[in-house]
C-alpha cells in the first residue's frame, strides 16, 4: 500500500470549491506530519502551494492566493487542499508531499479538471 | 529572485551516465538544500536525493543507491546529479529543487534525460 493515496481525478465547475485529499497509510498518523501541496501544469515544474500541520503550523507560498487553503481530517487519517473559487487556471495535477523514513514522499496525484 | 537554471536534454544509450547540473541564483546558495526529483512521462514524482551545498553531504534514495551521485561547487553556485547504468526505465524529466532538509519550495525548470538504444 501507497505511503500516500490520492484520486486520480475530480472534476468541479468555475467558482465552485475543490476538496482534494491525501491519504495516510494505515499506521502513519497525519497528526504528526506537516504536508505539503504543489500544482504541476503540463509541461511546466511543480509550483509550491503551501504546508499544512496545524492551525498553528501552517505556511502559504510566496504569491499563492488565500483561496487555497489546508486542512486535515484526523478520522480520514488524510491531509486536504482546498480550492475555492475554482478558475480555469486552476486545472492542473495536485501532489501531496510528507517527509516519511528519511525521504520525501508524494502521493500519486490528482488531476483536476475545472469545466 | 530564486533561479534555479538546469542543463539542456540528453540521450543517452543503455548503460551509459548523465550528469545533470543545476546553477542556483537569487539566494544564498549554502543555506539551503537542493533536492532532485523525477517524473518519468506521464507519472508522478520520484525523490532521489539531496545535496547539502553548504558541506557537500548527501543523502539518497534507497532505490537509487549505488547509482547515483549528487555533489556541488559553490564557486559556481552549481549542484549536480549524476545517474550512471542507465536503463530504458530512467527516461524522465529530472529537476532539481531548493529547500529545507524536509520539502522543496523552488524548482528548476526540468531536464529530459531519454535512455535509448
Known amino acids: 500500500q501507497a505511503v500516500l493515496t490520492q484520486p486520480s481525478s475530480l472534476s468541479a465547475s468555475p467558482g465552485a470549491s475543490a476538496s482534494l485529499t491525501c491519504t495516510l497509510r494505515?499506521?502513519?498518523?497525519?497528526?504528526?506530519?506537516?504536508i505539503y501541496w504543489y500544482q504541476q501544469k503540463p509541461g511546466s515544474p511543480p509550483q509550491y502551494l503551501l504546508r499544512?500541520?496545524?492551525?498553528?503550523?501552517?505556511?502559504?507560498g510566496s504569491g499563492v492566493p488565500s483561496r487555497f487553503s489546508g486542512s486535515k481530517d484526523a478520522s480520514a487519517n488524510a491531509g486536504i487542499l482546498l480550492i475555492s473559487g475554482l478558475q480555469s487556471e486552476d486545472e492542473a495535477d495536485y501532489y501531496c508531499?510528507?517527509?516519511?523514513?528519511?525521504?520525501?514522499?508524494f502521493g500519486g496525484g490528482t488531476k483536476l479538471t475545472v469545466l | 529572485q530564486v533561479l534555479l537554471v538546469q542543463s539542456g536534454a540528453e540521450v543517452k544509450k543503455p548503460g551509459a551516465s548523465v550528469k545533470v547540473s543545476c546553477k542556483a541564483s537569487?539566494?544564498?546558495?549554502?543555506?539551503?538544500?537542493l533536492h532532485w526529483v523525477r517524473q518519468a512521462p506521464g507519472q508522478g514524482l520520484e525523490w532521489m536525493g539531496i545535496?547539502?551545498?553548504?558541506?557537500?553531504?548527501?543523502s539518497y534514495a534507497q532505490k537509487f543507491q549505488g547509482r547515483v551521485t549528487m555533489t556541488r561547487d559553490t564557486s559556481t553556485t552549481t549542484v549536480y546529479m549524476e545517474l550512471s547504468s542507465l536503463r530504458s526505465e530512467d527516461t524522465a524529466v529530472y529537476y532539481c529543487?531548493?529547500?529545507?532538509?524536509?520539502?522543496?519550495?523552488?524548482w528548476g525548470q526540468g531536464t529530459l534525460v531519454t535512455v535509448s538504444s
Open positions: 494505515s499506521g502513519i498518523n497525519v497528526g504528526t506530519y506537516r
Open positions: 537569487g539566494y544564498t546558495f549554502t543555506s539551503y538544500y
Open positions: 529543487a531548493r529547500g529545507d532538509y524536509y520539502s522543496a519550495d523552488y
Open positions: 545535496v547539502n551545498p553548504g558541506g557537500g553531504s548527501t
Open positions: 508531499m510528507i517527509w516519511h523514513s528519511s525521504a520525501l514522499v
Open positions: 499544512y500541520k496545524s492551525d498553528s503550523d501552517k505556511q502559504q
